[in-house]
């Protein structure tokens, strides 16, 4: 099958106009293809894909809408084209011919995720992948390399997100905290990183009483993973960033227990931890040029006799205190945990946590857009780009200190649950253990699902963050002007 790109025409007399392949397609196939385009009433508009019946074959060419041809449309169109030949051997197509290095690299990772496929079913996946994308003219007379790492990259990328969506996917009587621990050892046996796995014994021993407490309950118990990644040729002046993941890997809310409704998508509560863990895996791929150590503080919050109690009082790793005023608040108990452990004993550059922390992001954002929380405004532009490269869209809250002082309990140093502004208020909860680093804190509970197939996100979890990570972390100069 081929695949042909569409853009939108300047006129009303030319409502389209075919991209690269598209004469010699014609020529080869004796059929006017643009004719047929403007019959089908084709418009360009991305994501548009029609079928072009020739040569009495109705499978053979495929037109593509590329809209603007820029980055984002490539990797929306590479979704549709995606999506559009599972089940196929195979699929030629020009469209990457239309964009620059970021085009290629954009087009791939829209292609490789609008593949995704996820099933537990007993005769196979609905669907399948198509076999091969084979790109024709990409790169045009330049410098074949940079097209060569652009390709790298982008199926490096995407198939870090594809990582991070599947582990999100995973349902939950298979994904427990030790099953997460697994997966990072493998991870780091593939990726040549160094791996460290906390048992709940040696997590009592070193005082990690946030994450205890909340996988008290569990048949299953918590664990925390810590991954060191160096890129070549790293010395004592290479800066580090810690990267800190929830990885609750079922919420049920604890004994303050989530209705149904709240609860029945809570299996992807890890989805923190699974970006993380993913990025990881792509940081030597990407050329990442900073130390940096992936934190994945483990447990699922569950309800049982042992469970932790509204009221308790908690104390975290290196000693604060938090009451426990809702168990369900339970993300910002285990961040702290391993923010306070990164500052202690990583003391990185710069922290960046990533959970999906709060269904007040939901209210404040839409479905459509993660919040992030910064202390330093270079780090806060590092994000915006990497979001806007990357196609993972973030907006900047406050830390309003108007609110802190919700955060204060009668007994202990912090309340878990200062009431609202919800997101706002779990970010002022955790900027004291970040203790002083630059830091951003991503609560993306808004985007964690996706409700329908929408250009590169299938229906279900949605992986979010690798690609934002690994986007910014693959940058030349990730912590330029941080101070
Ligand atoms: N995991 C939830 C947040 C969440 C909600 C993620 C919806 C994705 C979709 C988190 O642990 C939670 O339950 N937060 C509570 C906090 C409250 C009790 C202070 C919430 O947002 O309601
Ligand atoms: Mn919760
Ligand atoms: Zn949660």
């Known amino acids: 099958m081929w ?19 598209a004469d010699e397609a014609s020529q080869a196939l004796d059929v006017d293809l643009l004719a047929a385009a403007e019959a089908l009433g084709a418009t360009g508009k991305v994501g548009e894909v029609l079928l072009v019946p020739v040569s009495g074959r ?16 490539l990797r929306r169109a590479g979704a549709a084209l995606a999506r559009a030949t599972k089940d196929r051997d195979a699929v030629v197509t020009t469209l990457a011919a239309l964009g620059d290095e970021d085009g290629l690299e954009a087009f791939v990772v829209g292609t490789v995720l609008g593949s995704f496929e ?15 994308v084979v790109l024709a003219d990409v790169g045009g007379d330049q410098d074949d390399e940079s097209y060569d790492a652009a390709l790298a990259r982008g199926l490096a990328v995407g198939r870090a997100a594809w990582r991070s969506r599947a ?15 697994e997966q990072a050892r493998q991870l780091a046996d593939e990726a040549g990183l160094e791996v460290r796995v906390w048992d709940e014994a040696q997590l009592a021993e070193e005082g990690f009483g946030g994450i205890l407490a909340v996988g008290a309950a569990s ?6 993973v810590r991954l060191d990644y160096a890129p070549a040729g790293a010395t004592a002046s290479t800066p580090t960033v810690a990267l800190v993941g929830k990885g609750i890997t079922f919420d049920t809310g604890g004994l303050d227990i989530k209705p149904p409704d709240s609860m029945l998508t809570m299996k992807r509560d890890m989805s923190g931890s699974a970006a993380v863990l ?27 006799g042992s469970a932790m109690r509204p009221g308790d ?9 938090s009451e426990v005023n809702n168990t369900d608040a339970e993300g910002r108990l285990v961040l702290a945990d391993a923010m306070a452990y990164a500052v202690a004993e990583v003391d990185p550059d710069v922290l960046v946590d990533v959970a999906t922390l709060t269904g007040a992001m939901k209210v404040a954002l839409g479905l459509h857009t993660a919040g992030y929380f910064a202390t330093d405004d270079a780090l806060a532009t590092q994000v915006e780009r990497a979001a806007r490269a990357s196609g993972e869209n973030v907006w900047r809250m406050p830390l309003a200190a108007e609110y802190q002082e919700r955060t204060a309990s009668k007994i202990a140093d912090v309340d878990n649950a200062a009431g609202g502004p919800g997101a706002i208020t779990a970010a002022l909860f955790l900027q004291p253990f970040a203790g002083g680093k630059p830091w951003v804190h991503v609560d993306f509970a808004s985007v964690a699902e996706a409700v329908a197939d929408r250009h590169e996100l299938t229906a279900g979890p949605t992986g979010f963050g690798a690609r934002l990570l690994l986007s910014w972390l693959g940058s030349e100069t ?3 002007g941080v101070k």
């Open 313 to 321: 009082v908690i104390t975290h790793f290196g000693g604060r205190t």
């Open 3 to 21: 695949a042909l790109p569409v853009l939108p025409g300047a006129s009303a007399e030319d409502p389209v106009l075919l991209g690269p392949g």
């Open 118 to 132: 996820f099933h537990w079913r007993s005769q196979g996946p609905k669907a399948r992948p198509v076999g091969r």
């Open 219 to 224: 048949a299953t118990p918590p664990r925390l």
């Open 167 to 181: 582990l999100a996917t995973v349902p939950s009587n298979l994904k427990n905290p030790e099953w997460m621990a």
């Open 278 to 304: 993913a990025t990881m895996g792509a940081l030597a791929e990407v050329g990442c040029p900073v130390r940096v150590v992936g934190l994945l503080p483990l447990a699922e919050n569950a309800v049982s």
């Open 478 to 480: 990730p912590l330029e």
């Open 58 to 73: 109705a499978d053979l060419v495929l037109l593509v809408g590329v809209g603007e041809a820029d980055a984002t449309s």
